[in-house]
């Protein structure tokens, strides 16, 4: 057994390894790459190459794959050996700086939304160095990022990567503005919550829909659920904790900070959560946490789920993604200061965020839509669809004096002057947290909770960030001209207040007035992801990609149509999905009940004509008819299905996905629970919601 400190980073050749094995010269040049962003040359590439070889064959590796996260939405490798033959018949171990650097996966089983077939068929693999190489198993994975040879971003991590230099490029004039000079650059960081499910493997097996779809189609609702809200904390299982054990030692020899692993609100869920990193560096950590769940938990006889809503009846899981920008000094820039300066600057930062989220509510939206994800916003538990803010009262209490000019209450009557004025202290909430809020301040960061538990991190972050760093430019613009920078300043953050409060909201964000009140204030209700994705193409949002150089116009057509596609896909493969397992099990189970029922009828009939065979013929009557409407249900959304295709765009299949085979899908659900209850447990095919949600 290894010590803590032993384990963690083991398998990572992260910068302290560098520096000890790399040449002076070399490990140099590579950290000014990794901290200004400047290209690496070959030659630098062939050293690194090497002393990353001997590095990962000294720990057991054998091959090596360059590691991207295409629009699949997870990772993708392709292994190749460090063998190479030497003229004498044996084989010696070689990597090249060109094989560090570049790879030519074969790109065309990868979704591209159309972009490989106008453009280039081929797409390559780029090392991305702020991103460290790790060993998994017996191969050295080098994070890349993967483009077309026309230079268009085929994966997650190449937006990302522009939306930090955007950031960066903006933050860095403002803070010009308020004379810190020593800044280099500003990271934008990420601190991923990632929620799941475990269940018994066993049970897992027996049920197409989990294995097929990831979720339940089909199953009543058990006695319990979690309305006694013992799970929440609670003790964790022996079998959880061994998994969750195991787990946080792998995540740590990846050098991924797992720190806190506890049971969530339904039962058999359960949540990790990271200490915060670089948000490149976490959403590569969340994908691979994602990946080793799934892993470790089938070593523990476990299988680990990660849709967004495994069950209906109990909450679904979710990613909170908390959200802050830091400085290469150690500033976080949403910390409020001690000093008037400081406080200046923190404001000017927030009224940043505070006007993005409002103007860009449609693109935070969308970045989170999928099919499983509709299910949690706007079902009474995880935030809704409606995107707005909570800052707390003390905060906003602030705002509104800073806006109306009049005292803060607990100061005595006097305008407050930011940049000369302190600000009065506020405690950070932490007792009354608002949970339902989709996007709150938590005293120095923000915590975005609608991503679901499935997705990539990478494109909520690279919306925040392109959308803040939108706004800090338009500041920078303005403040950048003034004479006057205070009194710019107090103007600026006042203006901004004024025109953007709307969006700020400390209350109940599950209620029905909240719905309504959110109307009056003219917020965006995008409920479900035909509604919210064909606004990625908006005139706004084109123009705001543009502008930072994230995506052009056709990137962002290809991305809707892959995201739009694969709403269709997975609505259709959960239809079919449904009819088979009806067809296959379902009705079969239910005949062969009533027969039996029926069978014991005539039994007791020939003993006697007086004995009461009023259960079974209920019972036998009721079940036939529900039979029958399980017959008409799932052949109406065969004929829906059918139906899908003909509609000529990606949209209207979508749209039309939602309107009609969504609904089909629940009414067939409906009558089939419905039997579930009058079957028999002996005949019912496969593990109820009671077994699966305590079977451990
Ligand atoms: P909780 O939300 O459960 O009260 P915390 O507020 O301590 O827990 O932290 C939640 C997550 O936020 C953790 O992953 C933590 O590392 C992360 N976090 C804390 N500070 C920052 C920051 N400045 N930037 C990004 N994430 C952060
Ligand atoms: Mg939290």
């Known amino acids: 057994m290894h010590s803590v400190n032993e384990l963690f980073g083991s398998m990572v050749f992260n910068e302290s390894v560098m520096q000890s094995r790399l040449p002076k010269d070399t490990y140099k040049s590579l950290k000014k790459t990794l901290h200004t962003g400047v290209p690496l040359d070959l030659s630098i590439a062939n050293v690194i190459a ?9 720990k057991g590796a054998t091959h090596y794959t360059h590691w991207f996260q295409p629009m699949t939405g997870i990772t993708a490798e392709k292994h190749d050996s460090f063998i190479t033959p030497a003229d004498d018949g044996a084989v010696i171990m070689e990597f090249s700086g060109k094989e560090l650097i570049k790879g030519e996966p074969d790109a065309s089983s990868f979704p591209s939304g159309g972009l490989r077939a106008t453009f280039e068929a081929r797409g390559y693999t780029a090392w991305d160095p702020t991103s460290y190489a790790f060993i998994k198993g017996k191969t ?12 268009e971003a085929l994966d997650k991590k190449t937006p990302l990567l522009r939306s930090m230099e955007a950031l960066s490029k903006q933050a860095l004039r403002i803070l010009r503005l308020f004379g810190r000079d020593d800044v280099k650059r500003v990271y934008t960081t990420v601190g991923a919550e990632q929620e799941y499910f475990l269940i018994d493997e066993k049970l897992y097996k027996r049920r197409k829909d989990l294995i097929y779809t990831g979720r339940t189609l089909f199953g009543a609702k058990p006695p319990k659920g979690q309305e006694l809200e013992d799970h929440y904390f609670g003790t964790i299982k022996p079998r959880v904790k061994a998994f969750m054990a195991e787990l946080d030692e792998e995540l740590w020899k990846l050098g991924i900070l797992a720190k806190t692993e506890h049971n969530e609100a339904a039962p058999a869920q359960h949540e990790l959560a990271p200490i915060y990193t670089t948000t490149n560096i976490a959403t590569d950590h969340n994908q691979l946490t994602m990946e080793l769940m799934k892993k470790i938990a089938s070593r523990h006889g476990l299988v680990c789920l990660l849709h967004e809503k495994p069950f209906a009846g109990v909450n679904g899981s979710g990613k909170h993604n908390n959200w802050s920008m830091c400085t290469d000094t150690g500033y ?40 499983g994800n509709d ?37 005595e009557k006097v305008e407050m002057q930011i940049g000369v004025d302190v600000l009065p202290h506020f405690p950070k909430d932490t007792t009354d947290r608002n949970r339902t809020s989709p996007f709150a301040f938590t005293g120095n960061k923000f915590e975005f909770r609608m991503p679901g538990s499935t997705f990539s991190i990478a494109g909520p972050n690279m919306v925040l960030n392109t959308i803040v760093a939108e706004e800090l430019s338009q500041f920078a613009d303005l403040l950048e ?3 006057d920078f205070t009194a710019a300043l107090n103007k600026l953050i006042r203006r901004t207040i004024r025109e953007h409060k709307r969006i700020i909201f400390n209350g109940n964000n599950y209620t029905d007035e909240w719905v309504e009140e ?67 099990e379902i009705l079969p189970a239910i005949i062969a009940y009533t027969r039996e029922l029926s069978a014991a009828a005539l039994d007791k009939r020939s003993l006697s004509a007086e004995i009461d ?10 079940l036939s008819s529900l039979a029958a409407c399980i017959k008409t249900d799932a052949e109406k959304l065969e004929s829906a299905l059918v139906e899908v295709r003909t509609h000529p765009t990606a949209v209207e299949q979508a749209s039309f996905c939602r309107a009609t085979v969504f609904v089909a899908m629940q009414e067939l659900r409906t009558v089939v629970d419905e039997a579930e209850t009058l079957v028999s447990a002996k005949h019912w095919p496969f593990p109820t919601y009671g077994e699966l949600l305590y079977g451990i």
């Open 50 to 58: 090497t002393v990353m070889k001997e590095w990962a064959i000294e």
């Open 140 to 151: 050295l994975c080098i994070p890349t990022a993967f483009c077309s040879y026309g230079g």
């Open 332 to 371: 976080n820039l949403l910390e409020p200061g001690k000093s008037p300066y400081e406080n200046a600057q923190f404001l000017l930062f927030l009224c940043a965020v505070i006007k993005a989220v409002d103007e860009y509510q449609d693109l935070l939206r969308l970045s989170v839509a999928s099919a």
């Open 375 to 411: 299910y949690r916003l706007g079902g009474n538990e995880a935030p809704p669809a409606i995107v707005s803010m909570f800052l707390g009262d003390e905060l906003t209490e602030i705002l509104e004096a800073i806006e109306s000019k009049s005292s803060y209450s607990k100061r």
């Open 481 to 483: 001209q003034a004479s």
């Open 518 to 584: 959110a109307e009056r204030r003219g917020l965006l209700n995008l409920r479900t992801t035909p509604e919210a994705l064909p606004l990625f193409a908006a005139e706004k949002n084109v123009r705001l990609f543009a502008k930072h150089c994230i995506f052009t116009e056709t990137e962002i057509r290809s991305r809707m149509e892959i995201l739009l596609d694969n709403y269709i896909k997975t609505i259709q493969i959960e239809s079919l999905t449904m009819v088979e397992l009806v067809k296959k």
């Open 613 to 622: 065979i009023s259960v079974e013929l209920d019972t036998v009557r009721r």
